[in-house]
């Protein structure tokens, strides 16, 4: 069960990857925004599912497995992060490439900081039965 469901996870995560990557404008300079907030997205998005799941939300293991690991980690990557730096480095911008470090890595912690608040504002909201 937890291999089919990192597959399907997986194979959702990445064609919405693909996808999601085209809709975002490029900008000036090569700056890498689509996959800056694609990365963000999936921090906060991981960061409310992880903490909804263990502070009392049920869901079967395989389902959070596919779609935390699988959906999720397919969806953000660190491999093209780490490309798309070193190719703003080759190119001469490196300033704009420090930029995009300091942005994925303090923003993707802000983030999933603000997914975590949100789910414990969630789990907390439900034990009070006020959703």
Do not use: E, K, Q, Y
């Given at each position: 069960m937890n291999w089919a469901a990192l597959a399907i996870g997986g194979f959702i995560g990445a064609i919405l990857r693909y996808e999601a990557s085209s809709w975002i404008v490029h900008?000036?300079?090569?700056?890498?925004?689509?996959?800056?907030?694609?990365?963000?997205s999936g921090c906060l998005v991981l960061g409310w599912l992880f903490t909804l799941t263990s502070n009392g939300w049920n869901i079967?293991?395989?389902?959070?497995?596919?779609?935390g690991t699988g959906f999720i980690g397919s969806f953000t990557t660190f491999s093209t992060?780490?490309?798309e730096t070193i190719s703003l480095c080759q190119q001469g911008d490196v300033g704009v490439a420090l930029l995009y470090?300091?942005?994925?890595?303090?923003?993707g912690c802000l983030l999933t900081a603000l997914g975590w608040k949100l789910a414990l504002i969630q789990a907390g909201r439900r034990r009070e039965g006020l959703s």
């Open positions: 900008l000036p300079h090569a700056f890498p925004a689509a996959t800056l907030l694609i990365n963000w079967h293991p395989s389902l959070r497995l596919g779609v992060f780490s490309v470090v300091l942005f994925s890595v303090v923003g």
